[in-house]
């Protein structure tokens, strides 16, 4: 018989190297390397004869559904984020930090949907029995018809759930702590995380169940990450946060049945966690507006508009080069503000140290905050505090110029909603604002809204 090939694989992004390295070249993570055989055990089994397939009309005839059937938890920040609710026959992956609150969250969810006559079944592989009920207690998810199972091995999950009705909601927490009698791999690795995820995949397509799987973002990489089983789940979900911070937002990154970039909020109490049905009240709330160097930025998250405060410290250095710190926002964005700021508006910060912070540990990814940071900045420096009632967005180019940005109107509106009267923006965002709101009408109704529009 010819010697298994023995394959290194990175235990962060999958990737497979020909041999050792202390460094991955596809991610660049280091010592996530390690010895794996991903074609050992896997398969085997009776030769299965063919089955004949057949092509169908890619329009559903008459009678056919063309919604996917979905469960829903009517938590409304968790539907928003799945599109709707679990998709029946789907795999959706929640990734976090350990910590983070992703057991916490889907107990909950799994009590909501229980509460509406769905059958849920968790299967904790990372905590007994004992420690789930104790969890589901503080959650007052106790009263509910969810049933434990406390497995880690593939096979006896699925005889587990095969035994009994047909589960509607499936949730592993986590796919860390799989492994199967198929894969001879330590648990763990990547080839053993792939195996178990696939026949829960496999068991959720045959039976219509909505299957969630938890995976632990790991940053050592003893341990396989949820990165390397993304591409095979219907729907990825990162649930984030900074740990100082009460909120944590729950994040689309991928989804075959809806939107992605959609957040949820929530807020972290002793008894779970809280919806939070508007998330700007929450991040504008412990504003100072007569401190230099604030401005508030209208942004967007998916489908959602969010306002959040943009601080900034511009202070003389005493070292010989210039700080320049941020947290929640793009570091390389921020030099090229302050380049811009630089070569078009005379604004000189070759001798400050700069400090960039997005309140309350919110990130922001969208160039629109350009604009907002610029302001912020130019305030810090002057130290003025920029009018307490205005909202900024607007993508900076390197020319000087700033561009218009998407969804000017519902910005607005949000900004509006909260009590904002005034708006720094665009000129073309602008026109558009005036066309969708039929005229300015919502706008135009407050007669104090001033629009200032940056050119
Ligand atoms: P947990 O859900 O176990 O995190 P993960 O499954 O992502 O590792 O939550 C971590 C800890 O935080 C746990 O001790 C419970 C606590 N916690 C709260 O007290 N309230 C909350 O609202 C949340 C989300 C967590
Ligand atoms: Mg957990």
């Known amino acids: 018989?010819?010697?298994?090939?023995?394959?290194?694989?990175?235990?962060?992004?999958?990737?497979?190297?020909?041999?050792?390295?202390?460094?991955?070249?596809?991610?660049?993570?280091?010592?996530?390397?390690?010895?794996?055989?991903?074609?050992?055990?896997?398969?085997?089994?009776?030769?299965?004869?063919?089955?004949?397939?057949?092509?169908?009309?890619?329009?559903?005839?008459?009678?056919?559904?063309?919604?996917?059937?979905?469960?829903?938890?009517?938590?409304?920040?968790?539907?928003?984020?799945?599109?709707?609710?679990f998709v029946r026959g789907s795999a959706v992956l929640v990734g976090g930090d350990p910590g983070i609150g992703k057991s916490t969250l889907l107990m909950q969810a799994a009590a909501a949907l229980s509460r509406q006559g769905h059958r849920v079944i968790y299967v904790s592989g990372e905590e007994a029995i004992a420690q789930v009920r104790l969890r589901a207690k503080r959650l007052g998810a106790s009263d509910t018809a969810v049933l434990l199972a406390a497995e880690t091995n593939v096979e006896d999950i699925l005889a587990t759930l095969a035994e009994g009705q047909r589960p509607d909601l499936v949730i592993i927490d986590s796919i860390q702590t799989l492994w199967s009698d198929m894969a001879e791999a330590a648990p763990g690795t990547v080839t053993q995380v792939r195996t178990g995820v696939q026949a829960m995949i496999r068991f959720a397509k045959q039976t219509g169940a909505a299957m969630v799987l938890v995976g632990h973002v790991t940053k050592e990489g003893q341990i396989a990450g949820p990165r390397v089983v993304e591409h095979m789940v219907d729907a990825v979900l990162y649930f984030e946060g900074e740990r100082g911070h009460h909120y944590r937002i729950l994040r689309t990154v991928k989804n075959r049945f809806g939107a992605t970039d959609e957040i949820g909020v929530f807020e972290m109490s002793d008894i779970g966690l809280r919806e939070v049905a508007n998330p700007s009240e929450l991040f504008l709330g412990e504003r100072n507006d007569k401190a230099p160097g604030a401005a508030v930025f209208a942004g967007m998250e998916g489908t959602r508009p969010v306002l959040v405060e943009v601080q900034a410290l511009v202070a003389p250095t005493s070292l010989g080069t210039p700080r320049r710190a941020v947290v929640g926002w793009d570091s390389s964005r921020l030099s090229m503000i302050l380049a811009v700021l630089e070569a078009h508006c005379g604004v000189r910060l070759g001798n400050h140290d700069v400090y960039l912070n997005i309140a309350g540990g919110y990130r922001i990814s969208e160039p629109a905050a350009d604009l907002a940071v610029a302001a912020a900045l130019i305030s810090s420096l002057a130290g003025l505090a920029l009018p307490a009632d205005c909202v900024y967005f607007g993508e900076v180019s390197l020319s000087g110029a700033i561009r218009p940005v998407s969804h000017a109107a519902q910005r607005l509106k949000e900004a509006l909603k909260l009590g904002f009267s005034g708006a720094c923006l665009p000129a073309g965002s602008a026109e558009v604002a005036t066309q969708k709101t039929g005229g300015l009408n919502e706008l135009s109704a407050l007669p104090d809204l001033v629009v200032r529009i940056a050119g």
């Open 1 to 85: 018989m010819a010697k298994p090939k023995t394959q290194f694989i990175c235990q962060n992004c999958g990737a497979v190297h020909p041999r050792w390295a202390g460094r991955c070249d596809a991610c660049g993570a280091w010592n996530t390397i390690i010895e794996d055989n991903p074609a050992a055990g896997i398969g085997g089994g009776p030769a299965r004869a063919p089955k004949k397939g057949r092509p169908v009309a890619l329009v559903a005839l008459d009678g056919e559904s063309e919604e996917a059937p979905r469960v829903e938890s009517r938590i409304a920040e968790l539907d928003r984020v799945t599109g709707g609710g």
